[in-house]
Antibody
Framework: EVQLVESGGGLVQPGRSLKLSCAASGFTFSDYYMAWVRQAPTKGLEWVASISYDGGSTYYRDSVKGRFTISRDNAKSSLYLQMDSLRSEDTATYYC????????WGQGTLVTVSS | DVVMTQTPPSLSVAIGQSVSISCKSSQSLVYSDGKTYLHWLLQSPGQSPKLLIYQVSNLGSGVPDRFSGTGSQKDFTLKISRVEAEDLGVYYCVQATHFRTFGGGTKLELK
């Protein structure tokens, strides 16, 4: 059974940092591009970042470029999102998903940026 | 940037009714490999999104054939025949041809 389990969310002050993790199982992690997608409270889905099979290529939406860093560890079947200089508008549930087809999704982890 | 416009924003339906949702792109979604990376997702209340249809018209794993997708270039449609209670939620189209962009969503509710 495919599983994606996110962790690392929580309440953080504006300007501070947070690192999200996603543990994958049930499929060959290194065969997939991976992505983070977020959903602000009561809002729609928004793509955040994607990463290639070996981590050699990364892609970001403009609003997070220079602040967020996506990475992966294929030996651990894990995906990460380092979020720096957080802003109130980054408040959302962050989902880990297989990129391009969005076939598999985690349950999400809530990040709240507030003083 | 590619803009994905979904209509209508909400739909009120009776069980057994058929409905269609439109998704229009600001650019052609045909990739250089000839494929069209337009997919449909359903987010049921309190749940994570689930893939329904990929590459315009291919059913996702375990998705009933009451769901169907059509379209090409910039204009796409999701049709649900004989709506069931489990179909309620928010439907999203998403393009993965030019990076990734989600549509605004269509909320399907019971009449």
């Amino acid at each position: 059974e495919v599983q994606l389990v996110e962790s690392g969310g929580g309440l953080v002050q504006p300007g501070r940092s947070l690192k999200l993790s996603c543990a994958a199982s049930g499929f060959t992690f290194s065969d997939y591009y991976m992505a983070w997608v977020r959903q602000a409270p009561t809002k729609g889905l928004e793509w955040v970042a994607s990463i290639s099979y070996d981590g050699g290529s990364t892609y970001y939406r403009d609003s997070v470029k220079g602040r967020f860093t996506i990475s992966r560890d294929n030996a651990k079947s894990s995906l990460y999102l380092q979020m720096d200089s957080l802003r109130s508008e980054d408040t959302a549930t962050y989902y880990c998903t297989t990129d391009a087809l969005f076939a598999y999704w985690g349950q999400g982890t809530l990040v709240t940026v507030s003083s | 940037d590619v803009v994905m416009t979904q209509t209508p924003p909400s739909l009120s339906v009776a069980i057994g009714q058929s409905v269609s949702i439109s998704c229009k792109s600001s650019q052609s979604l045909v990739y250089s490999d000839g494929k069209t990376y337009l997919h449909w997702l359903l987010q049921s209340p309190g749940q994570s999104p689930k893939l329904l249809i990929y590459q315009v018209s291919n059913l996702g794993s375990g998705v009933p054939d009451r769901f169907s997708g059509t379209g090409s270039q910039k204009d796409f449609t999701l049709k649900i025949s004989r709506v069931e209670a489990e179909d309620l939620g928010v439907y999203y189209c998403v393009q993965a041809t030019h990076f990734r962009t989600f549509g605004g969503g269509t909320k399907l509710e019971l009449k």
